[in-house]
């Protein structure tokens, strides 16, 4: 059980020296407890409490690695059950299975479709993560091929499944370095799986039937010197195929329950669930839910990308952290070639907002320059309500951009939802305003509007 404040203080030295930085020992015990500082900062403490409120102050669940370079994704070191409680650290893995016993022009077709499966999204780059190659042929030799064959082609993590811990060996023997995930060791298996790991140290993933099976499995694993280990909390169907989603989703909850409010350590590990059914959507159903609660790594059979990218946005969505909104820079953004006679638009540094907005305008064909006013990542109707997007906010981020310098004409265009910000806006800048549509997606109708009204206007003082 984690240790309270009055725990740990009794094993601090209690000399309230404040070397910590804190007024007492006291309230240095209380941060230790609520994982606010680390006991390195107090310089007399015993190796004896160095021991032991190391172990009960190390989060309840551990961090694995797999893979390398720009796919190295570290799992798990997750802490809460709810993400307002804190936030969720390491976002989970989306894996796309392979067999091994897919004709090379299909295998090489499949593996094509991963390397362009992307996309980018309020700023960020979204990508599946890694390949499991399945043993379906039971060959050690076909498993190797392919193994083989995939890692020259994309430099994702890998994951190789098999039950030969035979054939495991000779996949990973040849890219030990690509660090895949060993998958699975088993009541029976966990061993020989173990002996192929530890050399190589690659991380293994442990696989059971019931949870007081895999209690056993993971604590033997460990005490054979497997310290990288994930739990497969998948459950199959009556059948044995097919993934049952209601038996997983609990399985996933109660490993996550009783690492993160018992620090139960034999669960302290990322999981892992394979989302298979007979229907392509409920498929992209089950590992929706997977993601949410709480697979660290989800393997899907799905490759096409509407498939794909529904998942890869839910995971950007639920592993963006509450407490800091996502947000760009505050500054002048040209959308297109605009020049000093472009318009500029006004909205908030929200990514969400600035990149609807800057993706309408894109759809207009018309350049144009954008200003997020810094809101701290809030929305154009939460900033106004909370008083982040007013008349000196705006006039602050228009001096502070240049936009005076870069612009010949002096007209911002406003969101239509502060429309009752115009009059001050131009009193306090000096600047003509312009409101806009409320919504982002009549910016394209509204920008063609204004123009050809320009355009009238022009041509009638030549006339």
């Not at 230790?32 to 190391?54: M, R, T, V, Y």
């Not at 099976?213 to 990288?228: C, D, F, P, S, Y």
Request: aromatic share 6%; hydrophobic share 45%.
């Amino acid at each position: 059980m984690p240790l309270t404040g009055l725990d740990i203080f009794k094993l601090l030295p209690k000399t309230n020296c404040g070397e910590c930085k804190r007024a007492t020992c006291l309230a240095f015990a209380v941060q230790l407890a609520a994982k606010k500082a680390s006991l390195d900062e107090c310089p007399h403490a015993s190796d004896e409490a160095k021991a032991s409120i190391g172990d009960a102050s190390a989060p309840p669940m551990r961090t694995v690695a797999i893979g390398s370079g720009d796919f190295r994704r570290t799992l798990g070191g997750e802490t809460v059950l709810f993400r307002h409680e804190e936030k969720f650290h390491n976002p989970p893995v989306i894996a796309i299975r392979i067999t091994d016993d897919l004709p090379a022009a299909a295998l090489a077709s499949r593996l094509e479709a991963i390397v362009s499966l992307h996309a980018e999204r309020v700023g960020q780059r979204l990508t599946v993560d890694a390949v499991a190659i399945e043993n379906a042929s039971r060959s050690a030799e076909a498993l190797a091929r392919t193994t083989k064959a995939v890692a020259q082609c994309v430099p994702h993590a890998i994951i190789i499944v098999s039950e030969l811990p035979e054939a495991l060996q000779a996949a990973a023997m040849p890219m030990a370095s690509r660090k895949p995930l060993l998958h699975a060791a088993r009541p029976g298996t966990w061993e020989a799986v173990a002996r192929v790991a530890k050399p190589l140290g690659c991380p293994v993933a442990a696989a059971a039937d019931d949870l007081d099976a895999l209690t056993e499995l993971t604590e033997n694993l460990a005490k054979a010197g497997v310290q990288e280990i994930v739990i497969d909390a998948t459950r199959h169907g009556p059948d044995g195929r097919g993934t049952d989603h209601r038996a997983t989703l609990h399985a996933l909850t109660q490993i996550r329950r009783a690492t993160v409010r018992r620090s139960f350590r034999a669960f302290g590990y990322p999981t892992l669930a394979f989302a298979s059914a007979g229907d392509p959507v409920d498929e992209a159903v089950q590992a929706s839910t997977f993601l949410a609660k709480y697979a660290s790594i989800v393997v899907v059979d799905a490759w096409e990308p509407w498939q794909v990218l529904p998942l890869l946005t839910e995971r950007q969505n639920i592993y963006a952290d509450p407490q800091k909104p996502m947000q760009v820079e505050q500054k002048l953004y040209a959308v297109g070639a605009p020049d000093e006679q472009s318009p500029l638009l006004i909205t908030t540094n929200f990514s969400l907002t600035f990149f609807t907005v800057q993706g309408d305008v894109e759809s207009s064909r018309i350049d144009a320059w954008i200003l997020p006013v810094d809101t701290e990542g809030t929305s154009v109707l939460t900033a106004f309500a909370g008083d982040k997007l007013n008349e000196r906010t705006i006039a602050a981020a228009v001096e502070k951009s240049g936009a005076a310098s870069r612009l010949r004409h002096r007209t911002m265009i406003i969101p239509g939802y502060v429309a009752s910000l115009s009059g001050k806006v131009k009193e306090l800048t000096g600047w003509q305003v312009t409101v806009g549509p409320r919504e982002s997606a009549q910016l394209p109708k509204f920008l063609q509007a204004s123009r050809r009204k320009t355009a009238s206007a022009v041509v009638s003082e030549v006339l």
